[in-house]
């Protein structure tokens, strides 16, 4: 079946400027994830969505930084007024519940903000 | 922020030789999960081992976990060229899944 796409695979953007990052996650699945992965660093989680709750945000680095999941499925992560330091490679997972499953990963984004 | 600190850093052996890498926690857990990412991408899930569990194996992977020390081990044996990717330890517990920073295995043909 399929997995989990995100696109843009790649986005260049010039400092300031608005991007959004989409992810679709597995069918089902109702735990949904957003991380971020400097070069050659861990990665650092920003949001955490489950089913109807409200979403864990306490990782979003800044009020730049947004995300929605609408109707439980897709999730669109916004980055607003980009800054150089955002560049990095921003990855979803998704997950079949909360209870510390296997998370299933997507590919990834690479934003570069110039 | 990280939950789960590996160690070493970086780790490169010779193919056949084994590996082996630890995490660190700080909070309690319910359980950890070691990944493998390639190319700086996705990850991928090896193994899952419950806070009530002290070893697990699957296939050439062996993952121990001590809750008095918070602290797990991955060993990979008779390690591959293709075992080349850097691992990473998540932790579930308060603070939900939290990964740390990865051991990058580096494994010379």
């Known amino acids: 079946g399929a997995g989990v796409s995100q696109s843009p695979s790649n986005k260049v953007t010039e400092k300031g400027k608005d991007v959004e990052l989409r992810c679709d996650p597995i069918?089902?699945?109702?735990?949904l994830y957003w991380y971020r992965q400097s070069l050659g660093q861990g990665l650092e989680f920003l949001i955490y969505?489950?089913?109807?709750?409200?979403?864990?945000k306490s990782g979003l680095p800044s009020d730049r930084f947004s995300a929605e999941r609408t109707g439980g499925s897709v999730s669109t992560l916004t980055i607003q007024r980009t800054q150089q330091e955002d560049s990095a490679v921003y990855l979803c997972?998704?997950?079949?519940?909360?209870?510390?499953?296997?998370?299933?990963f997507g590919p990834g984004t690479r934003l570069t903000v110039l | 922020s990280q939950q789960g600190e590996e160690d070493p850093q970086a780790l490169s052996i010779q193919e056949g030789e084994n590996a082996t890498m630890n995490c660190s926690y700080k909070?309690?857990?319910?359980?950890l999960q070691w990944y493998r990412q390639n190319s700086g991408r996705g990850l991928v899930h090896l193994i899952l081992?419950?806070?009530?569990?002290r070893e697990k194996h699957s296939g050439r992977l062996r993952v121990t976990l001590d809750t008095s020390k918070k602290s797990s081990s991955l060993l990979i044996t008779a390690s591959r060229a293709a075992d080349t990717a850097s691992y990473f330890c998540?932790?579930?517990?308060?603070?939900?899944?939290?990964f740390g920073a990865g051991t990058r295995l580096t494994v010379k043909p």
């Open positions: 998540a932790t579930d517990g308060p603070l939900d899944m939290r």
């Open positions: 997972a998704s997950s079949p519940d909360r209870g510390g499953n296997e998370q299933f």
């Open positions: 081992i419950r806070s009530n569990e």
């Open positions: 969505f489950q089913g109807n709750s409200a979403p864990d």
């Open positions: 069918s089902g699945h109702t735990a």
């Open positions: 909070t309690s857990i319910n359980n």
